[in-house]
């Protein structure tokens, strides 16, 4: 199975960052929340991008003193895959394939909350293309197209 991940972080002036992060092996959000904030480097947004093929994406947003927010596009097929402890999720309860979590993650940097939910949904587009839409709208697209 092939997934693509990124990492993408800004501090107080705005400007993202690609960053590195290993997000293989977590058991639970609290500790994709403690590599990210590292691998984030002290900067005071990160936003996790995590792909499957063209099945499904999440986003996993951390901001200094919150708690992380978490995006799935499609809840079985993430649940059931590697990453699925790690964005809270178990495939004993998430058997709905839809999206699921919190879809106001990045409301604030261009995506509304219907918008995300319909780039998820089934007459969305594809998961690239869905990736693609968030990043150009927060600004990151050209950090995002160099990874």
Same mark, same amino acid.
Do not use: C, K
């Given at each position: 199975?092939?997934?693509?991940?990124?990492?993408?972080?800004?501090?107080?002036?705005?400007?993202?960052?690609?960053?590195?992060?290993?997000?293989?092996?977590?058991?639970?959000?609290?500790?994709?929340?403690?590599?990210?904030?590292?691998?984030?480097?002290?900067?005071?947004?990160?936003?996790?991008?995590?792909?499957?093929?063209?099945?499904?994406?999440?986003?996993?947003?951390?901001?200094?003193?919150?708690?992380?927010?978490?995006? =799935? +596009?499609? %809840?079985? *097929? $993430?649940? !059931?895959?590697?990453? &699925?402890?790690?964005?809270? #999720? /178990?495939?004993?309860?998430?058997?709905?394939?839809?999206?699921?979590?919190?879809?106001?993650?990045?409301?604030?940097?261009?995506?509304?909350?219907?918008?995300?939910?319909?780039?998820?949904?089934?007459?969305?587009?594809? =998961? +690239?293309? %869905?990736? *693609? $839409?968030? !990043?150009?709208?927060? &600004?990151?697209?050209?950090? #995002? /197209?160099?990874?």
């Amino acid at each position: 199975m092939s997934y693509f991940t990124a990492l993408l972080s800004r501090n107080g002036g705005g400007t993202w960052r690609a960053r590195d992060v290993d997000v293989e092996g977590h058991e639970d959000v609290e500790s994709l929340t403690q590599a990210v904030r590292l691998a984030s480097g002290g900067d005071a947004h990160a936003l996790l991008l995590l792909e499957h093929e063209d099945e499904w994406f999440a986003l996993a947003r951390v901001d200094d003193g919150d708690d992380t927010r978490v995006f =799935v +596009s499609d %809840a079985a *097929a $993430a649940a !059931a895959s590697p990453y &699925g402890p790690a964005l809270g #999720l /178990d495939p004993e309860v998430d058997e709905d394939s839809e999206p699921s979590g919190d879809s106001e993650v990045v409301a604030d940097a261009g995506t509304p909350s219907e918008e995300l939910l319909r780039l998820a949904g089934e007459d969305g587009i594809g =998961v +690239s293309e %869905a990736v *693609a $839409a968030v !990043a150009e709208a927060a &600004g990151f697209g050209e950090v #995002l /197209d160099a990874m």
